[in-house]
């Protein structure tokens, strides 16, 4: 299984980024695919995932969105009303067979994309 990320860039406080994980080797219908961040100098933390129905982090709820387009076997993370504390290395990741209560573990994921960088200016 690979993933490629891709979408993010540099955006003033406020705006949007819509970030891109092309799933290869798995229908993204059948795996939990998952979005984590990771700031300079910080642990990579969960942001948002999907199979079922969506899963967020507290930070993110309401602002960010996850999604997924089986035709294109691809996830998306559409993310609004950016901060400046959203800064980070965002990163796609899947994996088979994990619980709804195993979500949140990085722990958990089998397969990681190789990340893609969003810039929050103030």
């Known amino acids: 299984v690979q993933l490629q990320a891709s979408g993010g860039g540099l955006v003033q406080s406020g705006g949007s980024l819509r970030l891109s994980c092309v799933v290869s080797g798995r229908s993204v219908s059948r795996v939990v695919t998952g979005w984590f961040r990771q700031a300079p100098g910080k642990e990579r933390e969960f942001v948002a995932a999907?199979?079922?129905?969506?899963s967020y982090a507290d930070s993110v709820k309401g602002r960010f969105t996850v999604s997924r387009d089986s035709a294109k076997n691809t996830v998306y993370l559409q993310m609004d009303s950016l901060k400046p504390d959203d800064t980070a290395k965002y990163y796609c990741a899947a994996g088979r067979g994990i619980l709804l209560s195993e979500m949140r573990n990085r722990a958990a994921y089998h397969y990681w994309g190789q990340g893609t960088l969003v810039t929050v200016s103030s």
């Open positions: 999907i199979k079922s129905y969506p």
